[in-house]
């Protein structure tokens, strides 16, 4: 996977002691999203989280502001609805001014056979996954290179990288997802801005539950906690880390995407995202 050397701090250490970091986390209500919103409020950046559920949302806020004592703006949104990504910036413009990171971590996901899908279940998922984190990536990066200083940090997936048979949208989702950071990271490379993706294989959130999936006899063998995946992929991000994998085990994935022929790369997809399935049999 790429790596880069960290950017300078100057820019960061001097912006720092004239006003707050700030970073936004949508989907920063639960899951990874929340505890990647955890790890920046223990390093000092006050927060903004958005989401969908409004209570859910105001909970979240109200346990970081609670845990350590940041500043945490809870802004409910929908990102399935186009406008919105603009509304959001203009929200928060309106009401905290300045954003130092951007925290892309918003999805869902559909399951089931793509002939068989809900059309519009799928345009949510493509606006939720794809179209939401651009749009806020291109609201956000001209300012942080104007300051020559900030932080893009996307959660894409090892499902990036290989098939995902009954999961299709959901994989080329993330498939996007990795390429459009690896490519902005090189248009920023000369750049006090660090941009991201963090590629977590299973993680033990609600999301393939919510869509009706639940987790897979290979996925069990390879989970993570939220926490987990949040506290490196922090940690990658900082050092400015393009693509990171979280967990050795998890990196054999990428690289057997690499190696094996097109027709064991779509089995190993099937194995993973069939439930009930068990390579052996």
């Known amino acids: 996977m790429t790596n880069r050397a960290s950017a300078s701090s100057e820019a960061t250490d001097r912006d720092a002691t004239a006003r707050p970091r700030r970073a936004l986390v949508t989907g920063g209500s639960r899951g990874i999203g929340y505890a990647l919103a955890a790890e920046f409020a223990a390093d000092g950046y006050d927060l903004v989280l958005t ?28 990102l399935s609805d186009p406008e919105a990504p603009q509304a959001l910036h203009d929200r928060i413009s309106d009401a905290v001014g300045h954003i130092d990171a951007l925290v892309n971590n918003a999805a869902i996901a559909t399951y089931g056979p793509f002939a068989e899908s809900d ?3 799928e345009r949510d998922q493509l606006r939720i996954n794809v179209e939401a984190p651009m749009a806020l990536t291109r609201l956000y990066l001209p300012a942080m290179l104007e300051r020559d200083d900030g932080m893009v940090l996307t959660v894409a997936s090892t499902a990036a990288v290989r098939p ?10 993330k498939a996007y997802l990795l ?3 690896e490519s902005i990271a090189a248009e920023c490379r000369e750049t006090g801005v660090t941009v991201t993706a963090l590629c977590p ?10 869509c009706g999936r639940g987790s ?5 063998r390879f989970m993570f906690t939220p926490q987990q995946v949040a506290a490196s992929g922090y940690r990658a991000a900082k050092r400015g ?9 998890n990196r054999v994935i990428p690289v057997l995407s690499r190696l094996l022929p097109s027709s064991l790369r779509r089995r190993l997809g099937h194995w993973v995202t069939t439930p009930g399935v068990v390579p052996w049999r």
């Open 164 to 173: 995902g048979p009954t999961m299709a949208g959901y994989h080329a989702s």
């Open 179 to 181: 390429s459009f950071t």
């Open 119 to 121: 059309l519009e279940a």
């Open 216 to 220: 897979t006899w290979l996925e069990r």
């Open 241 to 249: 880390d393009i693509v990171f994998v979280p967990g050795y085990r």
């Open 201 to 210: 294989g299973p993680v033990s959130t609600s999301i393939h539950d919510r």
């Open 51 to 78: 989401a969908r559920d409004r209570d859910r949302l105001e909970g979240a806020a109200t346990r970081l502001r609670d845990r350590f004592g940041c500043a945490a703006t809870a802004i409910a949104a929908d």
